[in-house]
């Protein structure tokens, strides 16, 4: 299951989303509300699903993890 860590761009809150897909992707900070957090790229995420799908330099066979949706 991936996991991203996200930061609120509005009252700065950093928060772990558990995607039930690779696709999914935090709508709201859980803390205030606010839409659309920031997705960080976050040096940790050495596990499962720790290659963000943003961006579009991961190409099909070469994504470390294999869950890249590209
Ligand atoms: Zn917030």
């Given amino acids: 299951m991936p996991i991203y860590e996200y930061k609120c761009t509005k009252c700065g809150k950093t928060f772990d989303f558990f995607a ?3 696709a999914e ?3 709201k900070c859980p803390e205030c509300g606010a ?3 920031r997705k960080q790229f976050s ?3 050495t596990g499962e699903g720790g290659v963000s ?3 579009s330099s ?3 066979g070469t994504c470390p993890t294999g ?3 590209l």
Avoid: H, I, L, Q
Wanted: with cysteine.
């Fill in 67 to 69: 869950t890249c949706p």
């Fill in 58 to 60: 991961c190409v099909t």
């Fill in 20 to 22: 039930r897909k690779v």
């Fill in 25 to 27: 992707a935090a709508e």
């Fill in 53 to 55: 799908s943003e961006g």
């Fill in 35 to 37: 839409p659309n957090p």
């Fill in 43 to 45: 040096t940790f995420s």
